[in-house]
């Protein structure tokens, strides 16, 4: 089980504005360690959406959004589309453990 | 741009050792730092460990004994291999570059398509 927690699921119709959670604890978010995300398509590798808390990459749609505070991140996905249906995964590093760590994953479901 | 990609047994006895390669295109081996990372059926993505640019690797402590990632920068690809599998290693392995925008904490940028390696005798 990860360290980082995340909703199971969330859901959405399309247009609306969804956030996913991520929880972590003063050894890993908290310590100050930087948080990415990730949207993976069944079947397909995990893509970089967010990097360093609030970055986006080139080419990622701006309706994709980070932040973090304290010991907890969280994304943003405005004007939501079809094609958001995927698991999202958050990323940081957790000093105890001496791992890289990934949330727990939440399923994006657009009704 | 950069891309990766996974090579390797799909199946692996158990106690054997599965063996991965990562060839990278598009970009040179002997910048950024380079990862193993994988996702067990039905379960959450875990960070294996990586290589650096200059072959220092550091593993997950709980894979430290049975795991080693090496560089090969004549032919711009980096390998994993894990001892002594046994079914609970069986998962989607992916290849990684791994990225840092300051000294917080690596990223993962560049993905391989992922290669799906059963331990089943």
């Known amino acids: 089980q990860s360290v980082v927690t995340q909703p199971p699921s969330v859901s959405g119709s399309p247009g609306q504005r969804v956030t996913i959670s991520c929880t972590g604890s003063?050894?890993?978010?908290?310590?100050?360690?930087?948080v990415h995300w990730y949207q993976k398509l069944p079947g397909t590798a995990p893509k970089l959406l967010i990097y360093?808390?609030?970055s986006r990459p080139s080419g990622v749609p701006d309706r994709f959004s980070g932040s973090k505070s304290g010991t907890s991140a969280s994304l943003a996905i405005t004007g939501l589309q079809a094609e958001d249906e995927a698991d999202y995964y958050c990323?940081?590093?957790?000093?105890?453990?001496?791992?890289?760590?990934f949330g727990t994953g939440t399923k994006v479901t657009v009704l | 741009q950069v891309q990766l990609q996974e090579s390797g047994p799909g199946l692996v006895k158990p106690s054997e050792t599965l063996s991965l390669t990562c060839a990278v295109s598009?970009?040179?081996?002997?910048?950024?730092?380079w990862s193993w990372i994988r996702q067990s059926p039905g379960k959450g993505l875990e960070w294996l460990g990586y290589v650096s640019y200059s072959g220092r690797t550091n593993y997950r402590p709980s894979l430290k004994s049975r795991l080693t990632i090496s560089l090969d920068t004549s032919k711009n690809q980096f390998s994993l291999k894990l001892s002594s599998v046994t079914a609970a290693d069986t998962a989607v392995y992916y290849c990684?570059?791994?990225?840092?925008?300051?000294?917080?904490?690596?990223?993962?940028?560049?993905w391989g398509q992922g290669t799906l390696v059963t331990v089943s005798s």
């Open positions: 003063s050894s890993n978010i908290g310590a100050g360690y930087d």
């Open positions: 598009g970009g040179s081996i002997s910048s950024y730092y």
């Open positions: 990323q940081s590093y957790d000093r105890s453990l001496s791992v890289y760590v």
């Open positions: 990684a570059r791994s990225s840092q925008l300051r000294s917080l904490g690596y990223y993962f940028d560049y």
């Open positions: 360093a808390n609030i």
